[in-house]
């Protein structure tokens, strides 16, 4: 039952006909897709839910940054966070930096800017230097955190890993950032 699980958890979107093929490198003699789906059908859902936990419990904790905007009540004193558009109702921004423990599920650190002056690259890269770097960790960010610097900054510096969606579809810029290798 172990190798069918770990065929489960292997497949990524194609059709079951082709997944096969990849893991049996074109020999699908080995096993057909029936007999596939009828050992998966025995395999209870507390089974992955096992398998989750021990995964999550042998690897290095997951750090989430993540930015969004607040609106506050309105200071026309302050025209770094500032808004007034037309005939719409004037308002304040601000942007919240926050970095989240997705095992404790507990913020860790937080950095607010005035939106007119927002750098979410320049707050990634604080609360990186805050982190108890002795802690091994995955950091995991969204689009746009995806810069050669926070890369940099995070596997040189600190001496963590860092995920990223990158934008676009160029694959070799990817590949580039991933070259990139810490010298621990």
């Known amino acids: ?14 059709s079951l006909n082709n997944e096969m093929i990849d893991i049996f490198s074109g020999n ?22 096992d398998v989750f936990k021990q995964f999550i419990n042998t690897m290095n904790p997951i750090k989430l ?38 095992l404790s599920h507990t913020y860790l650190d937080a950095v607010v800017q005035r939106r007119r002056r927002c750098n979410e690259h320049r707050a990634l890269c604080d609360m990186v230097d805050r982190y108890d770097s002795s802690i091994p960790s995955v ?11 926070n890369l940099a900054h995070i596997r040189l510096y600190a001496k963590q890993n860092f995920l990223s969606e990158a934008m676009g579809s160029d694959q070799t810029e990817v ?10």
């Open 1 to 14: 039952m172990d190798k069918v699980i770990k065929t489960v958890l292997g497949f990524s979107s194609k």
């Open 28 to 49: 699908t003699e080995l096993l057909s897709a029936s007999a596939l789906v009828q050992q998966r059908s025995k395999i209870l859902p507390s089974a992955f839910e």
């Open 65 to 102: 940054f993540d930015g969004s905007d607040i609106r506050t009540p309105i200071n026309p004193n302050d025209p770094d966070s500032y808004y007034k558009q037309g005939d719409s109702k004037p308002y304040n921004l601000y942007h919240l930096n926050a970095l989240y423990d997705l």
């Open 139 to 149: 950091f995991i960010a969204d689009r746009g955190y995806e810069s050669y610097n």
């Open 175 to 184: 590949r580039k950032m991933l070259s990139l290798r810490s010298t621990k």
